[in-house]
């Protein structure tokens, strides 16, 4: 039996996804490419766009017209808001949250699937656990796990107002050992949900209130990942840096996390650079620079959002930071890591943003001089509270802003890229450019290099590039030599 797993959104997402695949080949079924051929057929959703969320209704819409001929199971999880999550009981077959994962086996058990791994016990003599129950596939049943879930769960008023989902067994998520998409990059998730609650964000709604996971586990994975030849780790969560905050000192906090990866990073004898994402400007102390500064293994690379240089515009995103505060953090960045390059992300036209507001972003991006911005341009999300307010720039305006910001982003960029022209550079290879002879790969403060090179067998090392010519965001690079594990 096959499964097909379609996964939208974010890198939170596709980190899930990797624990998705581990359960469902735990009970015996085998990846497909092709979603025409799987009898199991899964969709992580995002709920940040309503392009996402129609995609999964375009989806389940097909997926069920199959159910006329065929013998399918279909399931959607990831993040999904409560009114959507309604509607998606009337056509999925199980619809359940990551803290619900573990519990996936007996749900399709339940369903009446006879699954591989329960055959293979059978013809063993073992116990085989299928299900008396046996139901059509198009009438259901739809098991929603999180009710059972809630029902045992003390959920707080406050949860109840906001109709937040709750966070209780992820734990046991966490637990799985997750099948990692690349085996030299991974994803090691420090904390689910979110309490920032960020107007144009619908993320609390989905993911539900911040939790950390155990820091034990967390240094137990990177230290295996490392072991086993991973050259980067990304730790991964909404707001990494509040990361422990939820324990009331029960656990360590984010810097003592990094600092405990950085001492072993010091002593273990590989090479690996650690990256994570997204830190929030309210959290981010000086101690998390510092920090970054004393151990090689965490990388020069930081990617703070500002999303707006307007103090209006970020009072009513409800971000809790300003243009000052976010700025003593540039500033202490440049101090302490003169090195660093420095990401973020950027709305343009939010609700109500005036040309003025939209030139303090500018000036914004020309004093802080990033290497790269991800900048989106504003629309409502569904669920978020900003959805309510009326998107009042024209589309036409908002793109030119967008193109207008751009454009001083590409000046800095280039000037950066032009100061590492000549330069002798360790970059990790992580791939094949679109044009057929070049690899790509990316500087420790995550600049893409392209090297002319059709050697494949590089990929996923370490190696030492001359830079021989910048772009805007890219630069090119000549092979030095590949690094050996032995010299690093
Ligand atoms: S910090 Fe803001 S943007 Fe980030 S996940 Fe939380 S609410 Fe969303």
């Not at 999550?85 to 359940?96: A, G, N, S, Y």
């Not at 620079?289 to 090689?296: D, Q, S």
């Not at 000036?363 to 959805?387: C, L």
């Not at 751009?406 to 970059?427: F, Q, S």
Request: with cysteine; aromatic share 10%; glycine share 6%.
């Amino acid at each position: 039996m096959k499964y097909h797993l379609i996964t939208l959104g974010c890198q939170m997402n596709k980190s899930d996804s990797e624990r998705v695949k581990t359960v469902i080949e735990g009970i015996g079924f085998r990846w497909t490419e092709n979603e025409e051929e799987a009898n199991l057929l899964g969709v992580l959703a995002c709920s940040v766009r309503q392009k996402s969320i129609n995609k999964v209704y375009s989806q389940i819409a097909k997926w069920n017209k199959r159910k006329d001929r065929e013998s399918l199971i279909t399931f959607v999880s990831g993040c999904v808001l409560p009114a959507d999550r309604e509607k998606f009981l009337k056509l999925f077959d199980l619809i359940f949250t990551m803290n619900e994962l573990p519990q996936f086996p007996e749900m399709i058990q339940q369903y009446g699937i006879v699954t591989p791994a329960s055959v293979r016990k059978s013809s063993l003599g073992q116990e085989s656990h299928v299900p008396t129950i046996n139901k059509k596939n198009n009438e259901g049943p739809i098991f929603d796990l999180s009710a059972i879930v809630r029902q045992k769960t003390k959920i707080s008023a406050a949860d109840i107002q906001l109709n937040l989902p709750e966070n209780p067994d992820i734990k046991e998520f966490w637990d799985i050992i997750p099948e990692y998409d690349s085996s030299f990059e991974a994803f090691v998730p420090i904390q689910n949900g979110c309490d920032k609650f960020c107007t144009f964000c619908a993320v609390p709604y989905t993911r539900g209130r911040e939790v950390s996971r155990p820091s034990e586990e967390i240094l137990s994975e990177v230290k295996r990942l490392v072991e086993n030849g991973y050259k980067t780790i990304t730790l991964l969560g909404q707001n990494v840096n509040s990361y422990g905050f939820d324990k009331k000192g029960n656990e360590i906090s984010f810097s003592e996390l990094l600092k405990k990866i950085g001492e072993y990073g010091d002593t273990c004898g590989k090479e690996f650079w650690t990256y994570f994402t997204s830190p929030h400007p309210r959290d981010m102390g000086v101690d998390v620079i510092e920090v970054i500064a004393k151990h090689k293994c965490l990388a020069k690379q930081i990617h703070i959002p500002i999303q707006s240089g307007d103090d209006k515009v970020l009072m009513r995103m409800n971000r809790k930071h300003n243009v000052d505060t976010y700025r003593h953090i540039i500033e202490s960045i440049r101090e302490k890591l003169p090195e660093a390059t420095i990401f973020t992300d950027i709305i343009v036209g939010f609700t109500g943003e005036t040309e003025e507001q939209f030139q303090n972003t500018i000036k914004a991006m020309n004093e802080f001089r990033y290497n790269m911005a991800y900048i989106a341009i504003y629309s409502p999300r569904p669920g978020a509270t900003s959805s309510r307010w009326e998107d009042d720039i024209p589309q036409p305006e908002k793109k030119e802003r967008l193109h207008r910001l751009t454009a001083e982003l590409e000046v800095h960029a280039r000037n950066y890229n032009n100061t590492l022209v000549d330069k002798t550079l360790k970059v990790l290879i992580a791939g094949t450019e679109k044009r057929s002879g070049y690899l790509s790969a990316y500087t420790e403060g995550k600049i893409p290099v392209r090297i002319y090179s059709y050697d494949k067998s590089r990929i996923g090392e370490f190696a030492t590039v001359k830079i021989i010519s910048a772009g805007d965001f890219s630069v090119a690079a000549d092979f030095v030599e590949v690094m050996q594990e032995s010299e690093v």
